[in-house]
């Protein structure tokens, strides 16, 4: 079947033998932790997908890289969004690197020795600003100690990495935000049971106390966001980046049902436009903006941030309306006799979860069209 071909492609071109690898698993199995996807988005070299070639990585694409990202989410939701956090924290760091710093030695490490990066920004708190973390950070000499706690933060248990949110307090007085690196085997760094659901569990989205941990100051990187919550040019590019393949990822979670849908045993709809349209609609809006990520004559501002913004929360109406409506098409036999699809549709819904969640921006996004800069609420 034509359907999801193009992204298993990008999959299979750039991660070989991931696909058929996932596929070999029962969906539950995948999906329930420890997870024996990691261990193979590891052996297909999926850790350096966005780290540049001239690194040793794939290097790939904004757009390639969502393809990837959906054609994992068909197979494994909880792979999807576990490595989104990776990728995402990849392309921040390939982002800030600049020759010869030490943001390319840990890049060249990742590709080389296959390297997860886990991403804690969420303190387990609603109503808490992304871009306002509780973790302290303060210098002492040479070296930034760290004391806090992360959750949920996926990837917690099978990180080599940790890249960590935290209110720097500087010189000048001015709380800035920061993103640390820390090695998970540092001294300080515990794991704890954090996740309850059994969706998504795969993604190992625990949380990760920090008490007096140390880092060297060159493993802190300083953002220019301070309280007004507005994302200087790196946090804007991170945003850029999570949201596409954050999206992607659970367009493609949809696509797993939409892809039982037109090859239900018995007979598929005789109009595929139903379980189609909207999903493929959403992911040609996601390689859009990927496709102008590309295009150098396109700023990364607040204007393609919003339209990713956009995008995304197009996407979560369009998997509710598909979820529901696939669901239907496979019928009640279906629904009792396998967990898979109510799996898969509760899944897809988790994305309305990440942030910036859609009514935290209603506020922000009329600033923005008013004509004041991006907030993130
Ligand atoms: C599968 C999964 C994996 C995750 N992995 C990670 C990870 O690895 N690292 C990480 O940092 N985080 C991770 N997260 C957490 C995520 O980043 C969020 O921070 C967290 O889920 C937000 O929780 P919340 O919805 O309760 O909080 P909030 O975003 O605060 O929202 C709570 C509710 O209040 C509403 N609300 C909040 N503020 C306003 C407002 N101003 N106006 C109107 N309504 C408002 C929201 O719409 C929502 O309904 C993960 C989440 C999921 C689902």
């Known amino acids: 079947m034509q359907f999801l071909q193009r992204e298993r492609a990008a999959l299979e071109t750039h991660l070989p033998g991931l696909d058929a690898a996932l596929a070999a698993h029962p969906l539950e199995r995948l999906e329930s932790t420890p997870s024996p996807a990691i261990g193979a988005f590891r052996a297909a070299g999926g850790p350096g997908l966005l780290v540049p070639r001239a690194l040793g990585g794939k290097g790939v694409s904004a757009l ?72 302290t950070a303060r210098r002492r000499g040479e070296r930034v100690v760290l004391n806090g706690s992360k959750m949920p933060c996926s990837l ?38 954090f996740w309850r659901n059994t969706v998504l569990a795969g993604a190992e989205s625990e949380e990760v106390v920090l008490t007096e941990v140390e880092v060297d100051q060159e493993m802190v990187l300083v953002t220019e966001v301070t309280a007004d919550a507005v994302p200087d040019d790196l946090n ?55 496709r102008a990520m590309a295009d150098r004559l396109q700023p990364w501002d607040d204007g393609l941030l919003v339209a990713a913004l956009m995008a995304r929360y197009a996407a979560e109406d369009a998997i509710a309306r598909t979820s529901r409506s696939c669901l239907a098409a ?13 799996y898969l549709a509760s899944a897809a819904g988790a994305l309305g979860f990440h942030p910036p969640a859609r009514a935290r921006m209603a506020g922000p996004l009329r600033e923005y069209l008013d004509g004041r800069p991006l907030r993130i609420g």
């Open 156 to 193: 917690s248990r099978s990180m080599d990495l940790l890249t960590a949110s935290v209110l720097l307090a500087d010189e000048d007085g001015v709380e800035r935000l920061a993103v640390a690196l820390v090695p998970a085997a540092t001294p300080g760094i515990e794991v704890r049971p």
């Open 330 to 342: 496979l019928g009640g036999m279906a629904f009792v006799g396998s967990t898979e699809g109510s």
């Open 64 to 135: 390639e890289a969502v393809r990837v990202q959906r054609a994992v989410g068909a197979r494994c939701p909880s792979l999807a969004v576990a490595t989104t956090m990776h990728h995402f924290s990849v392309a921040g760091l390939v982002r800030s690197a600049s020759p010869g710093a030490p943001e390319e030695q840990v890049l060249a490490s990742i590709a080389a020795d296959g390297l997860l990066l886990a991403s804690a920004f969420a303190e387990g708190r609603a109503g808490q600003n992304i871009l306002k973390p509780h973790i």
């Open 236 to 290: 804007t590019a991170g945003f850029l980046w999570f949201e596409l393949l954050l999206t992607a990822g659970y367009l493609g979670v949809a696509s797993a049902l939409v892809e039982r849908a037109l090859t239900k045993p018995g007979g598929p709809p005789q109009d595929p436009t139903g379980p189609l349209a909207e999903v493929e609609a959403a992911m040609l809006a996601v390689e859009s903006v990927a």
